[in-house]
């Protein structure tokens, strides 16, 4: 994998780039390049020039995706921290930058705990901050599930004194103890196990040329993106693509961002967003 990473993102492979990463002897990065060679025949060659093997001009992957994502998430993990500088396989590390999103930080040992529950299946106490009513009391929840909005990460827990699910967002958990007892039946989380088929279709009163490319970056088939979402993360899925999900005053969902995404099945979609149970 780490050889057709660098054939196809860096343009060449060397035995002293696999040496450095993987601290390797020169004889064994050698025996890994004969391995690759005789795997994948006609996938590099040799550039005396270079002195190193490049892609050859039938390279094609096949330990690897070779998509884009598989090359910016490696990126993205570099610049946020998340990894080290000798832990990514970017030789030459473009001038990037991401957007860090600010936020309370999630304590170490709730989000220990919050696994714990959902792998025993053993109920919690935990006192929650909620920002809608502003108090902080102690909920007693059976989580099953994680989340993230793309920004904050939730825990999808079936609230036992409320009687049914909710999202809570992790960075708003004070302290978590466990329950001894376990909640008496359950119901099984209805929202979370369907899925809504989400219909994307381009803003028909743009130019053709405009709908040709917006069709294009959002790999749609037909001029439509069809996604199965969660109902459980409907609303997420929504937002994250530019809808209003909470219209008001009686008005339809909309593209508050560029009004150039619609939703073809908006009748299917308000019903499904108007049973969350959140």
């Not at 040992?109 to 006192?127: F, G, Y």
């Not at 001029?223 to 199965?228: I, P």
Request: contains cysteine; aromatic residues 10%; charged residues 30%.
């Amino acid at each position: 994998m780490f050889i057709e990473f660098n054939l196809l993102w860096e343009r060449s492979i060397g035995r002293r780039r696999l040496q450095e990463q993987f601290e390797i002897s020169p004889q064994q990065a050698t025996k890994d390049l004969s391995g690759y060679a005789d795997t994948c025949p006609g996938n590099m060659i040799y550039d005396t020039r270079l002195k190193t093997y490049v892609p050859s001009p039938r390279f094609c992957p096949q330990f690897i995706e070779g998509d884009a994502s598989e090359y910016l998430l490696q990126l993205e993990m570099l610049i946020l921290g998340y990894r080290e500088r000798d832990e990514v396989w970017i030789d030459i590390v473009p001038t990037a930058d991401a957007v860090r999103i600010s936020s309370r930080p999630i304590k170490r040992e709730i989000l220990r705990s919050v696994l714990d529950s959902i792998q025993s299946r053993r109920p919690i106490a935990a006192r929650y901050v909620s920002l809608s009513s502003g108090a902080e009391a102690e909920r007693h929840l059976q989580p099953h599930a994680m989340a993230t909005d793309g920004h904050r990460w939730h825990m999808r827990a079936f609230d036992i004194d409320k009687e049914r699910y909710s999202d809570f967002v992790l960075s708003r958990v004070e302290t978590i103890r466990t329950l001894n007892h376990h909640p008496a039946n359950a119901p099984k989380d209805e929202a979370w196990n369907t899925f809504v088929p989400v219909i994307l279709t381009v803003d028909e009163e743009l130019e053709e040329r405009q709908r040709n490319r917006l069709e294009y970056e959002y790999n749609m088939i037909d001029g439509e993106l069809c996604l199965e979402v969660r109902q459980a993360m409907l609303f997420y899925y929504l937002r994250n693509y530019g809808f209003n999900p909470r219209p008001r005053s009686g008005r339809a969902i909309t593209n508050l961002s560029s009004y150039s995404l619609k939703l073809k099945n908006i009748d299917e979609v308000t019903a499904c967003l108007n049973r969350r149970s959140s």
